[in-house]
């Protein structure tokens, strides 16, 4: 635990604080966020923590990644909650700035990755939303000049894009994508997950039944990338999700995959109760010979796992 967390909202103190670690020969980490912390942004931080002598969270609900008519006036906020759990798991600086700190008057400048902002949550988006992204994360780690910037598999597009943006622009930082944290039933961890109601959190862990079911084809020896996804879309179905995408796809590129000769991201994007929720797996095809299915994967609670147990 880090009793000493420094709350910080200006980029220049934030850079005097910085300079003088470095001057200390200290390495920093940073792990971006728009707050709003569960357990998934704390595992970052532990990563962060682990490999890095000064650990730095943002916490900056970005407004420019936010199309009209979506959930900014809604997206929970709780500085003082965060700063707590962000304390607790040894963050040493939390910047936190206002918007005018991040987009002063004037600013007019955007950055834009083509072909990767227009894929996937860019279709349903838009591709302003990632330029809103690589935007802002390009900002932040030009403010905060880190070692290694960690971010969560969770958000795999967002991931292709920071690096792209970072590869593209020479941007000296390390960029680390950890695993997917996942409550027990297997629901991936967001932050918007606080916006679902009893029932729409019974109906939301078929996203993840949905891509237990492409690892089970694929390991069972499915290497068509369409009958994969047809398969996950059948699983949607039973929980009477209907996704916006199911796609198998390059994890670099996010171009279709044409087969599963390679590593393809399966994702998945879907409305639920109101609520946009993504979620995605890797298959490595040197993995899924020896599938070991979690306890979540073999799940009885399924309608349609219900009706044929009723049947028997």
């Known amino acids: 635990m880090n009793s000493q967390l420094k709350t910080i909202r200006t980029v220049a103190e934030l850079r005097r604080d910085l300079a003088c670690a470095r001057r200390a020969g200290q390495t920093v980490g940073l792990v971006p966020t728009m707050g709003a912390l569960h357990d998934g942004h704390l595992s970052l931080v532990r990563r962060a923590r682990a490999e890095s002598d000064l650990v730095v969270m943002s916490v900056f609900v970005n407004p420019t990644q936010f199309g009209p008519g979506e959930d900014l006036d809604r997206y929970p906020r709780a500085e003082e909650r965060d700063a707590e759990l962000a304390g607790a798991a040894g963050v040493d600086i939390l910047f936190a700035p206002g918007v005018r700190e991040v987009y002063p008057d004037g600013f007019a400048t955007t950055v834009r990755v083509a072909g990767l902002a227009d894929r996937l949550c860019g279709v349903q988006r838009g591709a302003g939303h990632f330029d809103g992204v690589a935007t802002v994360v390009t900002k932040l780690l030009n403010m905060v000049g880190p070692d290694t910037a960690y971010f969560g598999q969770k958000d795999a597009q967002q991931a292709a894009v920071i690096s792209r943006v ?96 390679g590593p393809v991201l399966v994702a998945v994007a879907a409305r639920i109760g109101g609520t946009r929720l993504i979620d995605n797996v890797i298959l490595e095809p040197h993995e899924l010979d020896d599938v070991i299915l979690e306890p979540h994967e073999l799940d009885e609670t399924a309608p349609h796992q219900q009706e044929a147990r009723r049947a028997g």
């Open 166 to 261: 970072v590869r593209d622009l020479d941007i000296p930082v390390r960029i680390e994508v950890c695993p997917t944290v996942r409550e027990p039933d297997g629901l991936a961890m967001s932050s918007r997950n606080t916006h679902l109601d009893g029932a729409a959190r019974a109906r939301a862990v078929g996203l993840s039944r949905a891509l237990d079911a492409a690892v089970r084809a694929a390991g069972d020896g499915e290497r068509d990338p369409q009958a994969v996804g047809l398969l996950a879309r059948r699983e949607l179905a039973a929980y009477e999700i209907e996704p916006e995408y199911v796609e198998l796809v390059s994890p670099q590129t996010l171009e279709p995959a044409a087969d599963l000769d």
